[in-house]
């Protein structure tokens, strides 16, 4: 109504304050873990198997994972540094030990 009245009639603003409704955002698919275990499996590369299980595990975004740099895993305090965190996220996520497993090997010649 209000840029009926504003654009099409071209009358003045009496319209000043309009709530507006927000969209509803559907909440993302949980995989159980037989569909978790035969994505890991479906992968042969060593990279990217590590990668997607680093962002599912910490929680990471694309991006995150995509600027992740070698020198961000801290493995003596088991933490990740995330270079560019979008919103209010905390910088650094946990390092978990079954993620770890993933990356041994991978580095060595490095």
């Given at each position: 109504?209000?840029?009926?009245?504003?654009?099409?009639?071209?009358q003045e603003k009496f319209f000043w304050e309009i709530p507006r409704l927000k969209k509803s955002r559907?909440?993302?698919k949980v995989?159980?873990?037989t569909e978790l275990a035969k994505l890991f499996n479906a992968l042969a590369n060593k990279k990217h198997k590590a990668m997607l299980f680093t962002a599912y595990r910490a929680g990471?975004?694309?991006s995150e994972i995509v600027n992740l740099k070698i020198a961000d895993i801290d493995s003596s305090r088991m933490q990740i540094f995330i270079a560019r965190a979008?919103?209010?996220k905390r910088?650094?996520?946990k390092f978990k030990s079954c993620i770890a497993r993933h990356?041994?090997?991978l580095?060595?010649?490095i």
């Open positions: 109504m209000k840029f009926y009245f504003e654009q099409v009639l071209h559907p909440l993302p995989l159980n873990e990471l975004r694309v979008k919103g209010e910088p650094v996520c990356f041994t090997g580095f060595e010649n």
